[in-house]
């Protein structure tokens, strides 16, 4: 089992390392991560300027863009062949909702499933990061339940474990994504050199989070695991919409 890690909080991250320990004992582990932090990087491609792809002392390698850049490149460019398998995490903080339209690890995980390989995001829902080996242990359970019975179609899962000791996950469930109110507005500042900058707001409160959303089972201290898919057409729109060129 030659299994790919990635994510989008840079080579250098603990839930990376907790991540690579965790999944070392069932299959070969390769890292290809961002050299620097590229989370909200969703996910774009670096068009304009050549990668480089360099080797850490801790045996990770890194490339100098994004989460994507990093599992296109291994996957079609680096490796000898194919992971079985791509792992993307364990990212810092929830990518629940809306979150996974930008997030990078979420993104890493896409590219991935695109390039036709089972790829999982994992996140830890707090920004504490008290129990990155929580997430390596459900990581480590999803891995070992695929080896045993892999999933027949492309999957690509998006994962949530509560930031709380692994003895106290009351369980897993399979949810759909919730949604989150709009962001706070930008924060308007001044630079010591007198310009006018804005800081990004951060992310709305969650606004549907009911049963069956992955905000509902991590607030119940349950592990959210979401089969997210790419085809972003509104099918249900379609006759509306050639009703209304016509």
């Not at 909080?9 to 620097?36: K, M, N, R, T, W």
């Not at 300027?49 to 291994?74: E, I, M, Q, W």
């Not at 896409?110 to 929580?134: C, D, H, K, V």
Request: aromatic letters at 6%; one cysteine or more.
């Amino acid at each position: 089992m030659r299994i790919l890690l990635s994510n989008d909080d840079g080579y250098f991250a603990p839930g990376l390392a907790a991540l690579a320990e965790a999944l070392s004992a069932i299959g070969e582990i390769v890292v290809v991560a961002p050299e620097q932090n590229r989370s909200g990087a969703s996910n774009s491609l670096t068009l304009d300027r050549p990668l480089l792809l360099k080797k850490a002392a801790s045996g990770f390698h890194f490339v100098n863009g994004t989460p994507t850049d990093c599992v296109h490149l291994a996957v079609t460019g680096m490796l000898d062949r194919l992971p079985d398998i791509i792992v993307s995490g364990i990212n810092h903080g929830a990518n629940m909702g809306d979150d996974t339209i930008y997030s990078g690890t979420v993104a890493a995980a896409t590219e991935g499933f695109l390039l036709g390989i089972p790829s999982i995001a994992i996140s830890l829902t707090s920004f504490e990061g008290n129990n990155f080996e929580t997430a390596g242990q459900v990581a480590r359970e999803l891995v070992e339940r695929f080896i045993r019975d892999p999933i027949k179609e492309p999957v690509l899962l998006n994962v949530n474990v509560p930031d709380i000791p692994y003895a106290d996950i009351k369980g897993m469930e399979v949810t759909r994504l919730g949604r989150r109110h709009k962001a706070e507005p930008v924060v308007k500042m001044t630079s010591p050199r007198k310009e006018t900058v804005y800081w990004v707001g951060a992310a709305g409160a969650a606004a549907d989070a009911g049963p069956g959303t992955d905000f509902n089972a991590v607030e119940r201290g349950c592990v959210s695991i979401t089969p997210l898919q790419i085809d972003l057409t509104h099918t249900a729109q379609l006759p509306a919409i050639r009703r209304w060129v016509q």
